[in-house]
């Protein structure tokens, strides 16, 4: 089973409206080329708890999520291990888990266009639930576990995952070493002690929050950066003064 990767849709988000056109899953069944035997199966996957909360007899998708967390720990790992070669299992590690991460989920769920086929709670829809990296990882980690389940075929979930994996391979070796590792193992080799990462500013809306972040260092700051996380503006901030440091030497 092969998936085509849509190009990236983005939806708008309105915030002053409690109701908003869901998907079926009949329809991002199709859509996406999954071809589920059992549609009730992947409705259960686009459930969020607190639309599982406010209806009876309704149950929520993480168990999926906790079953297609172990799926792709395995074949994301199987994917490096052969992708990778020369790679030590130190490093093989570091590429696993930035694949896993729940960021680079979202991302995945993004292209997928998942956002309108979640079934969520009010309150959750009116605070923009549906673009939130959290709540979009873990609904791509619980379509992968209901994925393996309908297709009881563990190939037919490769072929779904390899796309995307290998999409960013060329730019999974730049992520391989982490920036704040990196910094912190600078500062201490010229004995200036460990960093410490500050939020200096937030913007955006509650469901796109960005970060601004500085790294400082024995009460000077060396470097900033942005992001969707507080860790990827951490991230951002250590780059930054990396090549500042770079640029001096």
Request: charged share 30%; hydrophobic share 35%; aromatic share 8%.
């Amino acid at each position: 089973m092969g998936l085509a990767l849509p190009e990236f849709r983005e939806v708008p988000v309105t915030l002053n409206s409690n109701k908003r056109d869901v998907e079926p899953a009949s329809s991002l069944n199709e859509r996406l080329g999954l071809s589920f035997s059992n549609l009730p199966l992947l409705t259960r996957a686009l459930t969020h708890r607190s639309y599982a909360n406010e209806h009876e007899d309704v149950e929520d998708n993480e168990r999926l999520e906790f079953l297609g967390d172990a799926v792709l720990d395995f074949i994301v790992g199987e994917w490096a291990y052969h992708r990778f070669p020369e790679m030590p299992e130190g490093d093989l590690t570091k590429v696993r888990s930035s694949l896993v991460r729940n960021e680079r989920l979202a991302e995945f769920s993004r292209r997928l266009d998942l956002a309108p086929a979640l079934r969520l709670g009010r309150g959750e829809q009116t605070s923009g639930g549906q673009q939130k990296d959290n709540l979009l990882g873990s609904t791509f980690e619980a379509l992968v576990g209901a994925l393996y389940l309908d297709k009881q075929n563990l190939d037919a979930v490769k072929s779904f995952i390899k796309p995307f994996l290998e999409s960013i391979y060329t730019s999974i070796l730049d992520e391989l070493h982490d920036p704040k590792s990196d910094y912190q193992e600078l500062t201490q080799a010229l004995k200036l002690g460990t960093p410490h990462y500050r939020v200096v500013g937030t913007s955006g809306p509650d469901h796109a929050r960005i970060f601004d972040v500085e790294v400082v260092v024995a009460g000077e700051a060396k470097g900033r950066g942005a992001g969707s996380s507080k860790n990827n503006a951490e991230r951002a901030a250590a780059k930054d003064a990396l090549e500042k440091f770079n640029q001096k030497s």
